[in-house]
């Protein structure tokens, strides 16, 4: 059962799903026999909803409904359908959840994936984020995320992303694309485009740059090694990215992630593809990107009373870490 509800002060979208308490853990580490990920256990998982094969019919990368999805496919309660109830607004938790499953290893962190398995990851990204919307009007929102480690919430070690469609705006989109219309509207261009321009010029807080991409420690850093990974061509949709793009992508992320890997010795992280709502008409404004949250430290009563965060580290000391990792590759 999948119910959302707005606070009705924040405007802010929460799903109450009490079902996600039930999903199992295997935690970090756990083995491979009853691994509902690994091949042989294809049975383990909802019917296969895509998949890239190698000619002998081997998958490489396969899609598949997450077994407890936190948005329902079929919406639960027909009687939520009355969006209004006194102050109250709430809706049924409908959407789409998928598990993109992105090797046949166990084992393999995708910091340390061969490009051209991590290439077919990102085709995946991009062929269920464009299923799903296509799907029909009532999704706002496509969520494209993955999560390494205890600390970051992984509940199953087989390395995998996830996809969520939403029927709603999330609180952090709201608030980003209203901020980038405001910046535009202010200075009369997309906010991300002027600050890659600058951050490339000066290169103090460049972390890698690419034919397509670009990878920066941000000015203001909420956390040690947040990273920001974002298209050189200004382009407001993960869903509109071009084939060359992913191609230089896929080498630009191993990069970027086997530096962190190496540099924090596996750090459990949080990543995520920040991209514009389906609906979104003011395309200018807005720029998507990728962003990279290692779960280093713990948010404290500080940060959770007033929403300030203090970050331990500089982000221009996080650059010159990781662009030197980057700059002597392993043996
Ligand atoms: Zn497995
Ligand atoms: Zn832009």
């Given at each position: 059962m999948s119910e959302l509800r707005q606070d009705p002060i924040t405007h802010d979208w929460v799903i109450i799903n009490p079902?996600r308490?039930?999903?199992?853990?295997?935690?970090?580490?756990?083995?491979?026999?009853?691994?509902?990920?690994?091949?042989?256990?294809?049975?383990?998982?909802?019917?296969?909803?895509?998949?890239?094969?190698?000619?002998?019919?081997?998958?490489?990368?396969?899609?598949?409904?997450?077994?407890?999805?936190v948005l329902?496919?079929?919406?639960?309660?027909?009687?939520l359908d009355a969006p209004h109830a006194g102050l109250w607004s709430r809706r049924p938790g409908y959407g789409?959840?998928?598990?993109?499953?992105?090797?046949?290893?166990?084992?393999?962190?995708?910091?340390?994936?061969?490009?051209?398995?991590?290439?077919?990851?990102?085709?995946?990204?991009?062929?269920?984020?464009?299923?799903?919307?296509?799907?029909?009007?009532r999704l706002r929102q496509i969520v494209?995320f993955?999560?390494?480690?205890?600390?970051?919430g992984?509940?199953?070690?087989?390395?995998?992303?996830?996809?969520v469609a939403t029927p709603t705006v999330s609180p952090e989109t709201r608030r980003r694309v209203m901020d980038e219309i405001a910046f535009f509207d202010?200075?009369?261009?997309?906010g991300?485009?002027?600050?890659?321009?600058?951050?490339?010029?000066?290169?103090?807080?460049?972390?890698?740059?690419?034919?397509?991409?670009?990878?920066?420690?941000?000015?203001a850093?909420g956390n040690?090694?947040?990273?920001?990974?974002?298209?050189?061509?200004?382009?407001?949709?993960?869903?509109?990215?071009?084939?060359?793009?992913?191609?230089?992508?896929?080498?630009?992320?191993?990069?970027?992630?086997?530096?962190?890997?190496?540099?924090?010795?596996?750090?459990?992280?949080n990543?995520v593809?920040s991209s514009a709502p389906l609906d979104l008409v003011h395309?200018?404004a807005s720029?998507?990107?990728?962003e990279?949250l290692?779960?280093?430290?713990?948010p404290a009563g500080f940060e959770l009373g007033s929403r300030i965060v203090v970050?331990?580290?500089?982000?221009?000391?996080?650059?010159?870490?990781?662009?030197?990792?980057?700059?002597?590759?392993?043996?």
């Amino acid at each position: 059962m999948s119910e959302l509800r707005q606070d009705p002060i924040t405007h802010d979208w929460v799903i109450i799903n009490p079902g996600r308490a039930s999903r199992p853990h295997d935690g970090a580490g756990a083995g491979t026999v009853n691994c509902p990920f690994c091949p042989g256990n294809e049975a383990m998982t909802p019917g296969e909803v895509d998949s890239i094969c190698t000619p002998d019919g081997s998958w490489l990368v396969r899609a598949v409904p997450n077994r407890f999805p936190v948005l329902s496919e079929v919406a639960p309660d027909p009687s939520l359908d009355a969006p209004h109830a006194g102050l109250w607004s709430r809706r049924p938790g409908y959407g789409h959840h998928e598990v993109i499953i992105e090797s046949r290893d166990h084992e393999l962190e995708v910091g340390l994936m061969a490009v051209e398995q991590l290439r077919r990851v990102l085709e995946m990204y991009v062929r269920r984020a464009r299923a799903l919307a296509a799907r029909d009007g009532r999704l706002r929102q496509i969520v494209l995320f993955r999560n390494h480690g205890t600390r970051a919430g992984t509940s199953i070690a087989h390395p995998h992303s996830q996809i969520v469609a939403t029927p709603t705006v999330s609180p952090e989109t709201r608030r980003r694309v209203m901020d980038e219309i405001a910046f535009f509207d202010e200075n009369g261009c997309c906010g991300l485009c002027r600050e890659l321009d600058l951050e490339c010029a000066s290169g103090e807080r460049i972390v890698l740059e690419t034919q397509a991409f670009v990878t920066l420690a941000p000015y203001a850093s909420g956390n040690p090694y947040q990273l920001q990974i974002a298209p050189r061509r200004h382009c407001a949709s993960f869903l509109e990215v071009e084939e060359q793009e992913l191609d230089d992508l896929a080498g630009h992320l191993r990069r970027v992630l086997a530096a962190l890997f190496r540099n924090l010795a596996d750090p459990h992280y949080n990543l995520v593809v920040s991209s514009a709502p389906l609906d979104l008409v003011h395309r200018s404004a807005s720029h998507w990107f990728i962003e990279v949250l290692p779960r280093l430290t713990t948010p404290a009563g500080f940060e959770l009373g007033s929403r300030i965060v203090v970050n331990v580290q500089t982000p221009e000391q996080a650059a010159v870490e990781l662009r030197a990792q980057i700059a002597t590759p392993p043996e």
